[in-house]
């Protein structure tokens, strides 16, 4: 999931506090706004805004919690409805919907961690790049 | 690139996943629909004992009788369970009727009495039995109370108050638009196959927005108020009805009929 790195240089303390509130913000919006998995997505999208001016260290990790939370934003949207569905439109309990509320909620639960993780190894000054979202938060974030 | 082969693979990931989980038989291993039926079954019986607390039902046998035969005819050419239904009728100046979870169906004298014929009685069973069918009393439940508070209230533990909202939404709310419209059309088809003339039906909504267009609406009215529209859905149902073959099966004798009003209307 992880990938330590040198960043290329030596973020500073106030910026290291920033990068991990990225992540610290995901995590309370996420608590907040469990039925609503958009709540997470304006949370992240507004920290991402509110530091799109900052240095590229800071920007590259907000940017890379924001990825992080689009991804989630469309599975859990995707489950909402069909949970909504069952509820309220009359569709049926399948074993395909709980194996896919048990799929996104291992993902879910896996993201938790690794956000937790991954705030607590920024505040430190740490490297932290997730697999895949590194990658992709590289093509969309430019020093 | 690198980027496109860690998504591919990320992509590849979640579907096996979801795939392999997919194949254990959650739905058969945990009974997802009895445990679903056992709920509604349960709310039904702690509404209707709480709804009986308050209410006389009436144990006449002739009209029990006739109105069971009624239910029977519905349900036995519309491949229904008869027996799953369960008529309760309360001694009531309100005319009502309404379905609950569970099956049960009641229906207030005043109802009885206020109907013209057996085939108008015959419509709004089979407008009630319809939301039975289509899950729409659950719905509805669900949408206006809430998962928790009905999980409380068949537990046991959702307290007096809980259950009072619960009794309300059922018995003097209406369902939405859609939902009375689709109970409305299912009753005239559970007629039609059943050889029963759904015109009267049309009627007697007919005849209920007249009174509401008079404003001559008694309070105690309540199936009235609480089906709004009843012209639009009259009109409907007429428009839909003559588009039909109608068999015009005579489903109880004058005499019967006659003698279950007076029974009914001596309360």
Not at chain 1, 123 to 143: L, Q
Not at chain 2, 76 to 91: F, G, R
């Amino acid at each position: 999931m992880t990938l330590l790195e040198k960043f290329g240089y030596q973020p500073g303390e106030h910026e290291c506090e920033q990068a991990s509130n990225a992540y610290v913000m995901s995590l309370v919006a996420l608590m907040a706004g469990m039925p609503l998995p958009i709540v997470n997505l304006i949370a992240s999208f507004i920290f991402y805004l509110g530091n799109r001016k900052g240095t590229y260290y800071v920007r590259w990790y907000s940017a890379q919690a924001l990825v992080i939370q689009a991804t989630l934003f469309f599975m859990n949207s995707y489950g909402m409805y069909w949970s909504l569905s069952i509820v309220f439109g009359g569709v049926h309990v399948t074993n395909q919907y709980i194996a896919y509320m048990l799929t996104i909620l291992s993902i879910n639960l896996v993201e938790f961690i690794s956000v937790i993780y991954t705030a607590i190894r920024l505040r430190n000054g740490g490297y932290v790049h997730w697999w895949f979202y590194s990658a992709f938060t590289d093509i969309i974030c430019k020093p | 690139m690198k980027a496109l082969f860690q998504f591919l693979v990320l992509v590849a990931l979640f579907f096996s996943t979801w795939f392999l989980l997919s194949k254990i038989p959650f739905v058969e291993k945990l009974e997802v629909s009895k445990t679903s039926k056992n709920l509604e079954a349960q709310l039904g019986d702690i509404i209707y004992q709480s709804i009986s607390k308050t209410e006389k039902e009436e144990t006449d046998s002739l009209v029990l009788t006739k109105l069971n035969d009624i239910k029977f005819l519905l349900c036995s050419k519309n491949n229904i369970e008869d027996t799953a239904i369960k008529i309760h009728l309360i001694k009531s100046a309100e005319i009502n009727a309404f379905a609950l979870p569970g099956g049960h169906l009641v229906i207030n004298t005043a109802l009885v009495k206020d109907c013209d014929s057996p085939e108008e009685l015959c419509g709004v069973m089979g407008h009630e039995i319809a939301h039975m069918q289509h899950n729409h009393v659950m719905k509805k439940l669900l949408k206006e109370v809430g998962l928790a508070m009905l999980t409380s209230v068949a537990s046991g533990s959702g307290g007096g108050e809980a259950l009072k909202q619960v009794v309300k939404t059922l018995s003097s709310s209406a369902y939405d638009r859609k939902l009375e419209s689709d109970a409305d059309k299912t009753s005239v088809q559970y007629m039609l196959k059943a050889d029963i003339n759904p015109q009267p039906f049309a009627d007697f909504l007919f005849r209920l927005s007249e009174s509401i267009d008079a404003k001559n609406i008694p309070q105690q009215l309540y199936w009235i108020s609480d089906h709004p529209e009843s012209a639009a859905r009259a009109k409907v149902l007429t428009d839909y009805i003559a588009t039909q073959k109608v068999v015009k099966r005579n489903i109880m004798d004058n005499e019967d009929w006659e003698n279950m009003k007076a029974t009914v209307g001596g309360m």
